[in-house]
């Protein structure tokens, strides 16, 4: 008789307790544990037949595998390196309603490969209306709702796609095990299935995943680990742009960034998307400064805003949106120190105009540059852009790409560009004031000549 036994998962960091706790003792997250039944009785690696294995030498192994499928989108091409690799797990993450589903229905339509679209989230009607709206027809694309893991792999090992989408994984369950879908252990099983599938017959699965409110996907990031590649589909539902970037990519940079458009009809490519997120061209406004995001043809700008104003409470408030909070409460804190400006009294704003969220380390300057100018109610001079991380000491670092940025950001009209010194060599002549700087003070004294 198989032997049932019940642990406790924590649905933020997958930490498998015996017993229940109000808070997990692995990532401190209150309330996360979720009992689960697990089947012991059963091998959780059905694939372990033992029998001696063949590895082979590096240079006898042959590329094949990885002649990638091309996608009708560049801007999604881009992002993966340069097109789907065959047998790879690509998770599509994203907010709901920004656009996910649209994205991965308007690739699958217009490919000439035969693609099995699972939704467990929508009926087949709803999905044909969707694809009736972005007006594209294919035969090739065959749409199957279904929620169960093992009804889904049976149906694609029957009818052998070039292409499988899954929509979303948080729908899919598996009736090996008892609890709800969504949790856990149902996201890791069904994904170990799929991933089995996909290496074996060398298929590539599209996985789209819902993002909790923290942004991570929803659920596991053990779910992160398994896939070869995350995306993330993003933008502010208010705006028309959104951006898809890799968050990590086992096929290529993950510093690419695909730039689209929402517009009635479904999403179209955007080709110059250089200042897409300015709110106005240079804003002559006090607390406003340029950064840059991503590299080369695709370095996006950036427009920074701060608002320093005296504190109500006892306790200032710190408030980032679009930056991580904590890398803000630090940038203060060296600001505050090695410049010496009083932001103790103060509550500070900080806002990434377009409604992105960024994690580019070079930023910072731009952070920096913004604070400062908000303090003392300062304009910065206009087309001045500010590329660096800064760091604890208040010592401006390099950034990666460095000219391929200023050259993107001159192109785009910028005419004074602050660098790290040490990033000096790696910049050649320009067309344009470059204002190398080693650190803050040194910044300080140069922001507003
Ligand atoms: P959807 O792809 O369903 O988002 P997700 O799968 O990420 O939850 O997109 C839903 C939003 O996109 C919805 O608010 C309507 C909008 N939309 C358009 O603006 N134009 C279109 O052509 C389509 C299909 C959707
Ligand atoms: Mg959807």
Known sequence: MTKIKTVFVCQNCGYISP????????????????????????????????????????????????SRIILPFSEFNRVLGGGLVPGSLVLVGGEPGIGKSTLILQTALQINKKI??????????????????????????????????????????????????????????????????????QIKEATRQLQLFAKKNNIPIILIGHINKEGDIAGPMVLEHIVD????????????????????????????????????????????PGNILLSAENTQLSGVAYGTLGEGARTLMLEVQALSSNAVYSSPQRSATGFDNRRFQMLLAVIEKRLGLRLAQKDVFLNIAGGIKVNDPAVDLSVVASVVSSYFD????????????????????????????????????????FIASSQKKDVNKKNAEIISVSDINQFATKLFK
């Open 229 to 272: 590649t995350v995306l993330q589909f993003e933008g502010d539902s208010n705006y028309f742009y959104r951006l898809l970037r890799p968050k990590k990519n086992r096929f290529g940079s993950t510093y690419e960034i695909g730039v689209f458009e929402m517009k009635s009809d479904g999403l179209t490519e955007v080709q110059d």
């Open 19 to 66: 017993k229940w706790s109000g808070k997990c003792s692995n990532c401190d997250t209150w309330n996360s544990l979720l009992e689960e039944v697990q089947d012991t009785g059963k091998s959780q690696n059905k694939n372990t037949d033992v029998i001696k294995g063949n590895p082979t030498p590096i240079k006898e192994i042959t590329e094949k595998n990885f």
């Open 378 to 417: 300062k304009i910065i001079k206009e087309n001045t852009c500010f590329i660096g991380e800064v760091g604890l000491s208040g010592q401006i670092r390099p950034v990666a790409h460095i000219d391929k940025r200023v050259n993107e950001v001159i192109r785009l009209g910028f005419q004074k560009i």
């Open 116 to 185: 099995i679209y699972i939704s467990g989230e929508e009926s087949d009607g709803q999905i044909k209306l969707r694809a009736d709206r972005v007006g594209i027809s294919n035969d090739n694309c065959l749409i199957y709702t279904e929620n169960n893991i093992e009804k889904i792999i049976a149906t694609i090992e029957f009818s052998k796609p070039d292409m499988v989408i899954i929509d979303s994984i948080q729908t899919v369950y598996s009736h090996e095990l008892t609890s709800a879908s969504g949790t856990i252990s």
